[in-house]
T-cell receptor, first 115, second 115 residues
Framework: EPEVTQTPSHQVTQMGQEVILRCVPISNHLYFYWYRQILGQKVEFLVSFYNNEISEKSEIFDDQFSVERPDGSNFTLKIRSTKLEDSAMYFC?????????????FGPGTRLTVL | AQSVAQPEDQVNVAEGNPLTVKCTYSVSGNPYLFWYVQYPNRGLQFLLKYITGDNLVKGSYGFEAEFNKSQTSFHLKKPSALVSDSALYFCAVRDMNNQGGKLIFGQGTELSVKP
């Protein structure tokens, strides 16, 4: 069964450093998402991406964040200058289309720890 | 604004007993509702969804959910709980106001099934 994969599973970085989180969505999916979950809190939407551009972004997704689909398979989230409060589990998700009734499939997540 | 609420942080059930995990929603228009489960150190796994039609929706692992429009609820149920059902459960609603269709999650309910 196809699945969303994410690398690395755990990333430790120093405050102020840049990190890139990588995702490989399911191959025939067209919509891609990043969510994050701070420890003990709910899952929060960051950004959605379709047709090589951002469809929607949350207020969390400020200028420090960017997303890219550099080739036909990878989908990346970059944080330019990490802050302590960026420590969270980051989930990538994909869906076949963006209309309401399609479920999103989630990857296993990358745990980002900012020291 | 669209939102989802899970009124219980934790639900404790004895194995073999029925379980219910509660969810209420607030949306404008028709809701597209989802349940996801998160096992420790894992991503979110899709359980079931309500789009339209029958109010009782059946999903994976013997779970079902009942959509109640008058009570704006979408409670997750299982007739006979297993110890292996112990996990974190998230209710979510699809945002139909934007093309990307992000998911808006509840805060999660930790289900503990004891032998």
């Amino acid at each position: 069964e196809p699945e969303v994969t994410q690398t690395p599973s755990h990333q430790v970085t120093q405050m102020g450093q840049e990190v890139i989180l990588r995702c490989v969505p399911i191959s025939n999916h067209l919509y891609f998402y990043w969510y994050r979950q701070i420890l003990g809190q709910k899952v929060e939407f960051l950004v959605s991406f379709y047709n090589n551009e951002i469809s929607e972004k949350s207020e969390i997704f400020d200028d420090q964040f960017s997303v890219e689909r550099p080739d036909g398979s990878n989908f990346t989230l970059k944080i330019r200058s990490t802050k302590l409060e960026d420590s969270a589990m980051y989930f990538c998700a994909s869906s076949e289309v963006g209309i309401g009734y399609n479920e999103q499939f989630f990857g296993p997540g990358t745990r980002l720890t900012v020291l | 604004a669209q939102s989802v609420a899970q009124p219980e942080d934790q639900v404790n059930v004895a194995e073999g007993n029925p379980l219910t995990v509660k969810c209420t929603y607030s949306v404008s228009g028709n809701p597209y509702l989802f349940w996801y489960v998160q096992y420790p150190n894992r991503g979110l796994q899709f359980l079931l969804k309500y789009i339209t039609g029958d109010n009782l929706v059946k999903g994976s692992y013997g779970f079902e959910a009942e959509f109640n429009k008058s009570q704006t609820s979408f409670h997750l149920k299982k007739p006979s709980a297993l110890v292996s059902d112990s996990a974190l459960y998230f209710c979510a609603v699809r945002d139909m106001n934007n093309q990307g269709g992000k998911l808006i999650f509840g805060q999660g309910t930790e289900l503990s099934v004891k032998p």
